[in-house]
């Protein structure tokens, strides 16, 4: 099967993340499987605008903005009547390519909504188009159709603009071996992520801050580059570590040697790093929020209201336990095997297509 991704970003873009990481495990499985994969995404300084990566075509033309007006220009001059399905990954922007694409099926999925987040993102008074005008109509628009997601909380999320026929898919998770660590001596937290606004790191710290009025040793290590690195670094407390980017190993050492993990994104798809501390026996305290929620209560970790103080309180009254008796490492840290996902991906959109009989299946340890 032909099979065409439209996203904002492939996994060599210097801004990609979770999203990406999905769409790439997914394509190369699939090509490797058998299926003719493209992805179209926007442009990546240094790299070509065609090449091939890992059995599967990268396509990349046009920027941030400019990427959704590239993609039907370029699907006007060389896609049509190329492929049998286009997916469109909807990230805050959609390509709406059910509206301009007519020879080919089209399926969007959905890893979030943006929602709360525009007021992290963007000025007052953009942030009010975005989050009641523009993306309440870009959801609407998939009104009557059948759409994927990620998460119980993204089925939610369209629901309330009225998109209700929804398919939701597995997170996958790439097991790491356990680093053969011990739990570090004093108690200890750590957070990754985007240093970014909707991330939320200034609340670990605040949270830290008031922790360690009553955990004086308590060390916290912020792991994740972002623009506001040097803000948080000119103002981290005492105890707080703003380590910015680390290594994968470190990331893993790190992670597998702290007594907690914590998440105070205000909205994810799932938030894959909540599976990746729990794969490596350190268990999460979340926000809860969407997407967070999800992962959290897949990994058997902790839920408390959105704001620092409570953030606090939870940790002030969860670390003695978690010091004394470390969780256990949960395989794939509640979420699921990438090849998995690509089944049940593959599933859907054939499903979706009506040509089931063009099923491959993807060998379980098709790929490592």
């Not at 993990?261 to 026996?281: F, I, Q």
Request: charged share 25%.
């Amino acid at each position: 099967m032909r099979i065409l991704f439209l996203t904002w970003r492939d996994l060599a873009h210097p801004e990609s993340g979770g999203a990406e990481v999905y769409t790439e495990h997914v394509a190369r499985r699939w090509a490797a499987a058998g299926h003719e994969v493209t992805l179209f995404a926007a442009s990546v300084p240094s790299r070509p605008h065609e090449e091939v990566v890992d059995g599967y075509r990268v396509v990349r033309r046009g920027g941030r903005l400019s990427v959704y007006r590239a993609a039907r220009r370029w699907y006007r001059e060389c896609g049509r009547g190329q492929f049998d399905l286009v997916i469109d990954m909807v990230n805050t922007v959609p390509f709406t390519a059910h509206r301009w694409i007519t020879d080919t099926p089209v399926i969007a999925f959905f890893h979030q909504t943006a929602e709360e987040c525009w007021r992290f993102n963007a000025p007052l008074p953009v942030a009010l188009v975005g989050r009641y005008l523009l993306e309440p109509r870009w959801i609407r628009s998939y009104r009557d159709r059948t759409v994927l997601v990620v998460s119980q909380s993204t089925a939610d999320s369209v629901a309330r603009f009225g998109v209700t026929n929804t398919v939701i898919l597995p997170e996958g998770f790439e097991p790491v071996d356990v680093p053969k660590v011990d739990k570090e001596s004093q108690p200890t937290v750590a957070w990754v992520g985007r240093l970014v606004p909707y991330k939320r790191p200034q609340d670990m710290v605040e949270a830290a801050r008031l922790a360690r009025l009553q955990i004086p040793d308590l060390q916290v290590w912020i792991m994740g580059g972002g623009s506001m690195l040097d803000e948080l670094r000119s103002s981290a407390p005492e105890g707080v570590e703003i380590l910015g980017r680390v290594s994968e190993e470190d990331k893993a050492s790190r992670l597998a040697r702290a007594h907690v993990h914590v998440a105070t994104s205000a909205r994810e798809g799932w938030g894959l790093v909540v599976s990746e501390a729990a794969a490596l026996g350190t268990s999460t305290i979340a926000y809860n929020t969407p997407g967070l929620k999800d992962s959290t209560i897949a990994a058997k970790g902790q839920l408390c209201p959105p704001e620092p103080a409570a953030l606090a309180a939870f940790l002030v009254a969860s670390l003695p336990g978690l010091q004394a008796h470390p969780r256990a490492p949960i395989p794939y840290g509640g979420a699921h095997s990438w090849d998995e996902v690509a089944a049940e991906m593959e599933d859907a959109v054939l499903s979706f297509v009506g040509r089931t009989d063009l099923a491959i299946g993807i060998p379980k340890g098709a790929l490592r």
